[in-house]
């Protein structure tokens, strides 16, 4: 089955700066990357997402770029605010001959901004 | 549109009670996923459902098991609790396979 490791687990960066998080899956099925983003007491919720037949995303200050070849995926997020602060999962979902199978997520990476 | 909906929010339960869980997803939504996130070990899938059939089931014991009714609401039980069963239970629903999944709030089940 697929499975998904995501790094770093923790990251603390000043407000400002870029944060990113990097995920690889191990499925080459897999056809559908979403990111969630989850802050404290709160649902995970999707922040962008791409699918594999485009190489990369944006939308405002973050982005995510997908290498199928080396099968790893990463989120960037630019100009942090305090705000950005929260734990962010990546998930992979793999294609089962034309039905989507369910997602698996990564162990999360929680992300500090420092004002 | 009303948002995925998980009763209830909080749960207490003693060492070999069982316990279910509910999730009504947003209406039109007809694929109801259930995930058990514990610290460090992110969101672990526990299985799927879409028009009242398990599509996909994770690696978790017989002690978990689910359904869905013809509304798209779905239930999820846990049979003779274990401390480690401790966790936030959420459930996330999707128009179809695929299609952005939304989340709910999550069930804080605490085993004592």
């Known amino acids: 089955g697929e499975n998904v490791e995501q790094h770093p687990s923790t990251l603390s960066v000043q407000e400002g700066d870029s944060a990113v998080i990097k995920c690889t899956y191990s499925d080459s099925a897999s056809n559908y990357f979403p990111w969630y983003k989850q802050e404290l007491g709160k649902r995970p919720q999707l922040i962008i997402d791409i699918r594999s037949n485009v190489g990369e995303k944006k939308d405002q200050r973050i982005a995510v770029t997908l290498n199928k070849t080396a099968k790893h995926f990463s989120l960037h997020i630019t100009e942090t605010q305090p705000e950005d602060s929260a734990v962010y999962f990546c998930a992979a979902r793999m294609n089962y001959g034309g039905s989507q199978g369910n997602l698996i997520f990564g162990k999360g990476t929680k992300l500090s901004v420092k004002p | 549109k009303a948002g995925v909906t998980q009763t209830p929010r909080y749960l207490i339960k003693t060492r070999g009670q069982q316990v279910t869980l509910s999730c009504s997803p947003i209406s039109g939504h007809r694929s109801v996923s259930w995930y058990q996130q514990t610290p460090g070990q992110g969101l672990q899938f526990l299985f799927e459902y879409f028009s009242e059939t398990q599509r996909n089931k994770g690696n978790f014991p017989g002690r978990f098991s689910g359904r869905q009714f013809s509304n798209s609401r779905s239930e999820m039980n846990v049979s003779t609790l274990e401390l480690g069963d401790s966790a936030l239970y959420l459930c996330?629903?999707?128009?179809?396979?695929?299609?952005?999944?939304?989340f709910g709030q999550g069930t804080r089940l605490t085993v004592v």
């Open positions: 996330a629903s999707r128009s179809s396979p695929n299609t952005e999944a939304f």
